[in-house]
């Protein structure tokens, strides 16, 4: 059985592939069946579908989750 990897809005993850612009840190904006990302480095915005997502996020540098739990 498939079981989704959970991201939140605002998580900082990093990609297994560098953007043009050099970056590999992204900002997750949107989460659903699609994701939309931010790039930290150029701020373009990119919208992926949730298995590509997956695949291409090494790591997740920074959780959202984390943050809203120590305020």
């Given amino acids: 059985m498939y079981?989704?990897?959970?991201?939140?809005?605002?998580?900082?993850v990093e990609t297994k592939k560098e953007h043009p612009?050099?970056?590999k840190q992204w900002e997750v904006i949107r989460v659903g069946a699609d994701f939309?990302?931010?790039c930290m480095g150029c701020s373009r915005i990119v919208m992926?579908?949730?298995p590509k997502f997956e695949?291409?996020?090494k790591?997740?540098?920074?959780?959202?989750e984390i943050?809203?739990?120590e305020q």
């Fill in 3 to 12: 079981y989704p990897k959970q991201f939140n809005l605002g998580d900082i």
């Fill in 67 to 69: 943050i809203e739990n």
């Fill in 48 to 50: 992926l579908p949730r």
């Fill in 59 to 64: 790591k997740v540098i920074k959780s959202a």
């Fill in 55 to 57: 695949k291409s996020v």
């Fill in 36 to 38: 939309k990302i931010r």
């Fill in 21 to 23: 612009c050099g970056s």
